[in-house]
Each structure stands twice: as C-alpha cells, then as structure tokens.
C-alpha cells in the first residue's frame, strides 16, 4: 500500500466561469513509505496544484486522495488532523512568516494543536536545529533575518509537526548553490532520522538526479512519465523530446557516447558518469 496515493484526480479552478482552467487532468499517482519523489515539470503543469492536495488544502474536483489507504475526505471536517500528518512547505514560504519572533513562528502549529508551553519550547528548538538555525535566532523578529535564514525558519515550522509525509514545494527556490545545497540536505536527513515519506517539487534535473529514489515528470496537468530515477533518466531522449531537460553531467556523457565513447551506468550523476568514463578507460571502477 502506498502512504499517500492520488487515484483518478482531476482539479478545475474557476469552473464555469471564463477563467475556467483544468489544472490537473485523471492523475494517477502513489508514494511509497521513506522514498524521496520528485516532481517535475514545466511553468503551470500542475504541480503546485498536485501538492495542495496532499495535505488538502485543495480539494479535487473529482477522484480521491488516500492517507494510508483513506480518503482524507472521509470527514471534511476532520481535514486539519491531515495537515499535522502531511506537512506541506509551500513555495516561498517566508512570505508567510508574521509572528512576533521567529521562535513564536515555528511553534504556532504546535500553539494551535493545543500542546504545552513547555513541550512546544522542546519541539521549536529541535525544529529549528534540524534546519541550521541557532538559538538565538529564535528570539528575532522574522524580519531581522535574512531570505535564507526566513526560508529555514518557515520550513522548520511545518518540522516541527514531526509529519509522516513531507512535501516542499520548490525549497530551494531563488537560493545561492551553496544555500540550495544546504536546505535540500536538512531535508534528506529529516527522511532519514524519521523515516518520513517526502515530495520534491524542483524545477531543478540536478535536484532529481541527486535526492530522488523516484521522479514524476508533469506535463500540461498530466503524468507524463514516472519510475525510479534510475528508469526516468534512463531513457533520455523521453524527456528532452517533451521539452524537459537532462542534468548537464548527462549532456556530456551523451555528447562522449555521440563521439564513440562506450559509456554504461547512472549516467545521470557526476559519479556516475566518473566511474563510467574509468571503465570505458579501462581503469576499472570507482577511484
Ligand atoms: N488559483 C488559481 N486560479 C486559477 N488558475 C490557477 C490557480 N492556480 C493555478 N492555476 C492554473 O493552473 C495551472 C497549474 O498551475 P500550478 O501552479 O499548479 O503549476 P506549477 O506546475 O506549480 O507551475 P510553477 O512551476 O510555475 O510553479 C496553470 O495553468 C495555472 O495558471
Ligand atoms: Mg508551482
């Protein structure tokens, strides 16, 4: 069984009026337990759109969205136990961040919920940690931080719920290489020490090649293709004739294998295609 499974999903925004627009058409779609998924597509194929609905913020026009085989529809109004459950980093979040300080900001979902003082405290702190952000960060204003340190501190308000299923929405959007690399890996170690179920949405191939076990390719509201990350970049031709791009390590090694070059293997990262120059070289593997 998959943790969160959308079956037959068709989202209309505007229906019946002239700005009518069929965002997401009969998608299909399972994520299973601990995997990292990314989501891909162009400008307006549906992705944030897709991701709304995992934690229902968006309901879809029509089909059904299962947590743990149920439909979190079951009982609308039990719908805000499903955002504790399924946390969702949506894009530029730090334009979301209002409180007095950010501690405050981390800590209100768990304000909401009810819990105490003191467990809240607990929770900020570790949240805000696992996001590489200090202590005394947590007694500023949100707006004396920076736009990285304001993305982090967003983030690690949807954390600090502990979700089971974690789904980001472009988290490293608009960051320098360095920062990007930082986010996306707080991110990875949160699946790993939770065990938790994660979404990438990127615009970003290298991103795909990099943190996903699997890739979902969106085009025009639709699935376009979808597999392990292994299966999606191992038929290339696939995505650069839907317009989508490859990671630039995989333009070489298809550019080397253009010009004679035997080269086999994960194509689709730096290492891969390292290992794979070796052995056509006759070195033998891994250095
Ligand atoms: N609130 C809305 N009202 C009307 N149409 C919308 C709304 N939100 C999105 N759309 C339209 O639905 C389609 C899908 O948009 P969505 O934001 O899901 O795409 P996206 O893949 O996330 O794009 P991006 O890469 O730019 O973030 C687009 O055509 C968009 O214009
Ligand atoms: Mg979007």
Redesign the pocket.
């Known amino acids: 069984m998959y943790k969160l499974e959308l079956k037959d999903v068709t989202h209309v925004?505007?229906a019946r009026t002239p700005?009518e627009?069929t965002?997401l058409r009969s998608v299909n779609i399972g994520f299973e337990t601990g995997l990292v998924t990314g989501l891909i597509?162009?400008?307006?194929?549906?992705?944030?759109?897709?991701v709304q609905m995992m934690n229902g913020l968006i309901r879809p026009t029509k089909g059904t969205v299962l947590l743990d085989g149920k439909d979190i529809w079951e009982k609308p109004k039990e719908i805000r136990s499903v955002r504790f459950r399924v946390g969702l980093v949506m894009?530029y979040p730090e334009y979301q961040l209002f409180d007095e300080t950010v501690g405050k900001d981390i800590g209100f979902a768990l304000r909401n919920k009810g819990c105490s003082e003191e467990t809240i405290k607990e929770k900020v702190t570790e949240a805000a940690e696992r996001v590489g952000l200090s202590p005394a960060m947590l007694s500023k204003s949100p707006f004396d931080l920076s736009g990285g340190q304001r993305r982090r501190a967003a983030i690690a308000g949807v954390l600090v719920m502990d979700p089971e299923v974690l789904v980001l929405d472009?988290p490293a959007a608009g960051l320098d290489p360095r920062g990007r690399a930082e986010i996306l890996g707080y991110l990875y170690r949160y699946r790993e020490t939770k065990g938790a179920t994660v979404i990438l949405v990127s615009?970003s191939m290298e991103d795909m090649a990099q943190y996903c076990d699997r890739v979902a390719v969106?085009r025009d509201?639709e699935v376009y293709a979808d597999g392990t990350t292994d299966e999606i970049f191992s038929d290339p031709d696939r995505l650069l004739g839907a317009g989508m791009d490859v990671p630039e390590v995989m333009k070489v090694a298809l550019e080397l294998k253009k010009r004679g070059i035997a080269l086999e293997g994960r194509l689709y990262t730096v290492e891969g295609v390292r290992d794979a120059v070796l052995r056509s070289l006759g070195k033998g593997g891994a250095v």
């Open positions: 925004y505007g700005f627009k965002a597509g162009h400008t307006g194929s549906g992705k944030s759109t897709l894009q472009e615009h969106m509201g």
